[in-house]
């Protein structure tokens, strides 16, 4: 019994140290992975940066790019590297159109559940991707923000650096409805907000929701007097 219970503190420990610790270190905590724009937000300074997480989708990204490009908004793209492999059309569009790409893994694994070799293989495969295609990429969100203990090494060895969010509206849930997406969207954000949403994935038709939130969210941001960067042109980047 003693040994069952020593062996079970054993695991726990080690799950805390490879998974739980280098998840909220790197979440929470670590300032250079950025959570929120570090420009100064004064009352002059109406910042913000809209990412999607988990596309692309055939089915919804060209639809947010066609409501973006009309109302001239930028934003960036966290894109799953299998599904960017699939369509990378829409990677060549959102990048002509002036948008920001960046990686969201290339499977959309857990990365606390991942073995350091998976963990290396994922990054890999999305630096190769990137290099195949052409694309410049640097920023990299884990999948629900979760990492192990050889995340942050294996992302700063092919070149990315990790990048959070501060403003979530749930939009990915199968009790979201447009109606809740934009009053969350308006509540939270703020000058400096680093805005999460998701092109694809979720409850199904759930980006159905996101893109019917965003026709009304977006143009009141824009009459606030918002203006919307790429997460890249956040300066901490610039300060390594
Ligand atoms: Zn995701």
Redesign the pocket.
């Known amino acids: 019994m003693k040994k069952l219970k020593l062996l079970s503190l054993g695991i726990l420990l080690l799950g805390a140290g490879y998974s739980i610790i280098p998840t909220y270190y790197h979440k929470l905590w670590n300032p250079r992975n950025l959570r929120r724009l570090s420009l100064k937000p004064d009352s002059s300074q109406k910042v913000i940066a809209l990412t999607f ?2 596309g692309p989708d055939p089915r919804y990204t060209g639809r947010i790019l066609d409501l973006l490009k009309e109302l001239h908004v930028k934003a960036t793209f966290f894109v799953v590297g299998e599904k960017a492999k699939q369509h990378p059309q829409l990677i060549d569009r959102m990048i002509k159109e002036g948008h920001q790409v960046a990686f ?1 893994s290339f499977e ?1 694994g857990n990365g606390m559940f991942k073995t350091p070799g998976y963990t290396k293989r994922d990054f890999k495969k999305c630096r190769e991707l990137a290099r195949k295609y052409g694309w410049k990429i640097r920023l990299f969100r884990p ?2 923000g979760h990492t192990n203990l050889w995340s942050k090494y294996y992302a700063k060895k092919n070149g990315f650096e990790l990048a959070y969010w501060n403003v979530m509206a749930q939009d990915w849930s199968k009790h979201a409805t447009p109606v809740t997406i934009t009053t969350k969207l308006m509540r939270r954000i703020k000058p400096g907000s680093v805005i999460c949403l998701h092109d694809s ?1 979720g409850a199904p038709g759930a980006p159905e929701h996101t893109i019917s939130a965003l026709k009304q969210v977006l143009p009141w941001l824009l009459r606030q007097g918002y203006e919307f960067i790429g997460l890249e042109d956040d300066p901490i980047w610039k300060r390594s």
């Open positions: 997480d988990d969201h959309h999948p629900w994935g």
